[in-house]
């Protein structure tokens, strides 16, 4: 949504969604087995295919006419695994077995693996006879790595699967930082970017977390220069940036680049006096950001049209993130979602400077759980007001509104639905539901128009 004015401040609105996810069954299989259905032809198929797992499970279990024992030496032990396998089942699901067991001398096939990796290998195996394996979180980069090592496609595609889906589950230890750092490690872009992706949208819990110390040099700087983190606000971040660099005590080109990557003027005033005095990273490294603090200064007290004549205010400094405190947007719990429409209303500041800071806007929402897009929509008040045009092919949408109205002011509706399009509200299982309510948090985020140009 985009909003402008003549004498002010215009912006673009983000309209953004925090989506609670429950837990995913933590099973990993391959193929899906093939269920008794009648044939064309007008045979049918008797499927026993669970009584030919359950049987190849026995067979792995009891050692029945093993041929090859696997002998799983933990690096730096003496601890040895044993288990009894056969050669046909080996080579049917693994290349580097079978080139393994081509090139052995004996009927005993040894194996090193880390502690981590051996301590999972008689699940691995067990897969590799039956398609199915039972996992924990903090079980998945071991078994990735089995998967990857042996040339296991089929279990390594599952547990990348796995991986991107369980990244909100709950962990005693915490398990996205690894995972990110593994998938960096491995060139798994997918499971990085998803990784890096939850990590930016959840910030404010990572913050919160014993994860957060825990994260690299190179990641930390990653986070920092992307607009779509979500938290509470700008200060939280600088306060988590000290804790983390007296935490990690890394070397000063690092911590200089961390602190300029700081929004200095998406903090108040108030505050950024507090830290000049009382932080004592601020105190150290001032001269660093002397020119940035100074900006965020001028900042807060010019208008934003007085402060582009001079500046160029489309830059860094001066783009806020998604922040969840009241003055950028508002939660908004739905319960029972499917039932019928909902609509509430709630202000913002006009901008992130505290020269707008008195100024406020307000804006109208509107959700709806089957909800007839703009463009196919023809219904209207004469005074432009939108009809709940409703249709059961519909889906699940969100419509922001401001209503706030001057001379000085033009604003157009947004409606996004994007963010629900594969939401089955209907379902009181869904992940995207808590307790049956819908958790939705509205983001205004302004902007400088591109029209505010600095002066050359």
């Known amino acids: ?228 983190l979500i938290l509470q606000s700008e200060l939280e971040l600088y306060e988590a940036l000290e804790a983390w660099i007296n935490q990690n005590q890394p070397v000063s080109t690092t911590v200089e680049t961390a602190l300029r990557a700081v929004r200095y003027g998406m903090i108040p005033p108030h505050h950024l006096f507090r830290l000049q005095r009382h932080s004592p990273l601020m105190v150290k490294y001032y001269e660093t950001i002397r020119d940035l603090l100074y900006l965020a200064f001028q900042f807060h007290s010019a208008s934003p049209i007085q402060l582009a004549k001079y500046f160029d205010v489309n830059c860094s400094i001066f783009t806020p993130r998604n922040y969840l405190s009241l003055s950028w947007g508002s939660p908004w719990i739905i319960n029972n979602p499917t039932r019928d429409d909902r609509s509430f209303s709630f202000q913002t500041q006009l901008g992130p400077s505290s020269h707008d800071s008195s100024k406020k806007v307000t804006w109208n929402a509107l959700f709806s759980p089957r909800w007839l897009p703009l463009i196919a929509r023809s219904t209207y008040t004469e005074l432009g007001a939108m009809q709940p045009t409703r249709t059961e092919g519909g889906r699940p949408r969100i419509i922001v509104t401001p209503a706030t109205s001057s001379p000085n002011f033009a604003g157009s509706t947004e409606e996004a639905g994007d963010f629900l399009v594969d939401a089955d509200l209907q379902r009181r299982a869904s992940e995207y539901l808590i307790d049956s309510s819908l958790y939705l948090h509205i983001v205004i985020k302004p902007l400088y128009h591109s029209l505010l140009v600095a002066r050359k």
């Not at 359950?54 to 090859?68: A, K, Y």
């Not at 040895?80 to 096939?109: G, M, P, W």
């Not at 089929?154 to 995972?179: A, E, F, K, N, R």
């Open 1 to 228: 949504m985009k909003r402008s004015f003549e004498h002010e401040i215009p912006c673009w609105v983000y309209v953004g969604t925090l989506l609670f996810f429950s837990h995913f069954p933590v099973k990993v299989s391959g193929a899906p087995l093939k269920q008794e259905a009648a044939l064309d032809s007008g045979a049918t198929v008797l499927n026993h295919s669970m009584y030919l797992v359950h049987r190849m499970e026995n067979l792995l279990t009891l050692g029945n006419s093993s041929d090859v024992s696997l002998r799983v030496q933990t690096i730096n032990t003496d601890e040895v695994k044993v288990i009894k396998a056969h050669s046909l089942v080996l080579t049917l699901q693994s290349d580097v077995f079978e080139e393994l067991l081509f090139s052995r001398n004996n009927s005993a096939l040894v194996l090193t693996e880390t502690p981590e990796c051996a301590a999972v290998f008689d699940k691995f195996v067990r897969y590799l006879y039956c398609g199915d394996i039972s996992l924990k979180l903090d079980q998945a980069i071991s078994l990735h790595r089995l998967a990857s090592k042996y040339h296991v496609w089929g279990l390594q595609q599952g547990l990348t699967q796995y991986m991107t889906q369980h990244l909100s589950s709950d962990s005693p230890t915490g398990h996205m930082v690894s995972w990110y750092n593994y998938a960096l490690q491995i060139g798994d872009t997918t499971l990085r970017d998803s990784c890096l992706q939850y990590l930016s949208w959840n910030l404010s819990s990572v913050l919160q977390s014993g994860e957060w110390g825990s994260i690299s040099k190179d990641l930390l700087l990653s986070l920092l220069q992307r607009s779509d």
